[in-house]
């Protein structure tokens, strides 16, 4: 600057500093008539603000054998690691003394790194690799604590809802028409939402008080194996008219069928999949 220089404002950041020089030189003009005023310079301390964590959202949904995810904005947090620890809220236990386990959910996220930002979103991701329980006995809230080194751990309750695949079957073609003793042949196709990784064994069951050699009726067989992706799924299957010889006239019985899909599905009355899935097939018996 010359005497006849605007005056300047200068404001440095000395945050994360341990050494503070003030010099002066001629600028390399010589030092004629040089001087040097510090004008009022001083240090302040900005106010620190207190580190907090926001989530996206209080609720989560996960499927079966899937991940959710929860976006957790970090504030204020200083650089390093943070832990993320789930636990199962036992004020939330409609049936406190019962000993019920919670949801087998497991949370994959256990730490995330922090830049020091002033703010920085970071992903939890949850998975829900087993079946759920009753909802009506195991409640599915939770609580999500999050602790880094020099901040005071924070608590979060999160109500985390596991839902089961949805699953489809049909039998293509569902409707078989046929005389005493043919073998006609169908198709089970099951659809799963969201899709497996990969596709799984497909197996079947009949509801109670009927059976796959059902006398007078029909013989279901599977002419495997099951092939497709992990979207849809498909096991050839045959069907054998075993009709009564004695009845004069046309038949036509229909049935829904439970359908198993590899270990995922745990028989027709799954206490977490319920009847899911089914495929009706109708069959018509020529005399």
Known sequence: MTGASATQHIDVGIG?????RFVVTDAGNNSFYDHADWAGAAITCATQATPSVTLDKSSLDVYHLHTGTLHATFHNYPKG??????AFDPSAD???YSGHTPFPLVLQTVQVDLSGAASETKDIVIAAPEPGG??????PKFLLTINASGTATQTFPVTLNELPINFKARFEPENLIGR??????????VT?????????PLGMQLPPGFDFNYPGFFILKSAGPTTGTGSEMRLPVTVTFDFNPEQPSAHVVSTYIGIGVGNI?????SPFYGPNPLARLMLTFNP
């Open 134 to 139: 009753n909802p009506g006995i195991n409640s």
């Open 16 to 20: 994360n500093k341990s050494d503070l």
């Open 192 to 200: 799963a939402d969201p899709p497996l990784d990969s596709a799984q």
């Open 180 to 189: 005493q003793g043919d073998t006609v042949n169908t198709v089970l196709v």
């Open 94 to 96: 409609p049936y406190p």
């Open 265 to 269: 599905t745990t028989g027709y009355r």
């Open 81 to 86: 690691p943070a832990q993320l620890a789930l």
